[in-house]
């Protein structure tokens, strides 16, 4: 069975900085892309960064230059550094993995998902 679980979601003010964690079971991690999504109140689905297996990444220009993608392959597990946080990032942020292993921001292309945690971000 697959599963993405993440974690570290929470309640922070403008301009902190919060490390959220998506650890992966029941498939092969290392040839999944991963990326992070986000939807937020009033707002579509949207694409926040993404990396795959040789750690090459790719992100959103509204969040690039303050979040940090990265993976551990040996703990199965994917991160997201969120740093200079903004109200308009409150939002329930998600993992995904691509079976095949692309660099993608289309949420389509990605097979399975976590949950979600929900991060809130006061002024």
């Known amino acids: 069975q697959v599963q993405l679980v993440e974690a570290g979601g929470g309640l922070v003010q403008a301009g902190d900085s919060l490390k959220l964690s998506c650890e992966v079971s029941g498939l092969a991690f290392s040839r999944c892309g991963m990326a992070w999504f986000r939807h937020g109140p009033g707002r579509e689905r949207e694409f926040v960064a993404a990396i795959i297996r040789d750690s090459s990444t790719h992100y959103a220009h509204s969040v690039k230059e303050r979040f940090t993608i990265s993976r551990d392959n040996a703990r199965n597990t994917v991160y997201l550094q969120m740093s200079s946080l903004k109200p308009e990032d409150t939002a329930v942020y998600s993992c995904?993995?691509?079976?095949?292993?692309?660099?993608?921001?289309?949420?389509?292309?990605?097979?399975?998902w976590g949950q979600g945690t929900q991060v809130t971000v006061s002024s």
């Open positions: 995904a993995c691509q079976s095949w292993g692309r660099l993608s921001s289309v949420a389509r292309e990605y097979d399975y």
